[in-house]
């Protein structure tokens, strides 16, 4: 499986708002700079963000965006439901009429663990899960320079 640059960048910036959730929105130019992502790229996805209902936009000098739920609301298999679709892995793993081996092929039942394990970890982890390993990593890394 090979996640897109859809689907990391697009949980990168979510994983921004994630992080800012409750003091405000954050303009796109902040997510672009902190996560380096270029500027149209990450209005695209935010966009496609915004129109599933995951995060809202707030116009004005202040505005910018913000997660339309609590980060503990929203799992990486909603994001990964926007950006990279609902397509399993291979085409035949839902829809018998694309590969007349179907009936036969045992890799067929592989491919379908491999995608509803994946998609298992994905529904299990929310942007609360990954909003406390990154505070994690940044007190640990605090640590090592503290010393």
Same mark, same amino acid.
């Given at each position: ?6 689907? $990391?960048?697009?949980? $990168? ?17 902040? &997510?672009? @700079?902190?996560?380096? &992502? %270029? ?5 695209? +996805? +935010? ?9 809202? %936009? ?20 909603? &994001?990964?439901?926007?950006? @990279? ?5 291979? %085409? ?16 067929? @039942? ?9 998609? $298992? ?13 990154? $505070? ?7 640590? &090592?320079?503290?010393?």
């Amino acid at each position: 499986m090979k996640l897109s640059t859809k689907m $990391r960048y697009g949980t $990168r910036g979510m994983l921004e708002l994630a992080l800012h959730y409750g003091r405000g929105p954050l303009s796109l130019a902040e &997510i672009a @700079e902190r996560e380096e &992502i %270029s500027l149209k790229y990450l209005e695209s +996805l +935010l966009s496609m963000l915004h129109s599933a209902g995951l995060v809202q %936009s707030m116009r004005g000098a202040q505005g910018g965006y913000v997660l339309a739920k609590a980060p503990e609301k929203v799992n990486l298999r909603d &994001i990964f439901q926007v950006l @990279e679709g609902p397509e399993p892995f291979v %085409s035949c793993m839902y829809n018998g009429q694309t590969c007349k081996r179907r009936a036969d092929c045992v890799t067929q @039942e592989v491919w379908t663990q491999m995608y509803d394990a994946a998609m $298992r970890v994905l529904q299990d982890t929310t942007l609360a899960d990954l909003v406390e390993r990154t $505070r994690i990593r940044q007190g640990a890394a605090a640590m &090592i320079y503290d010393i």
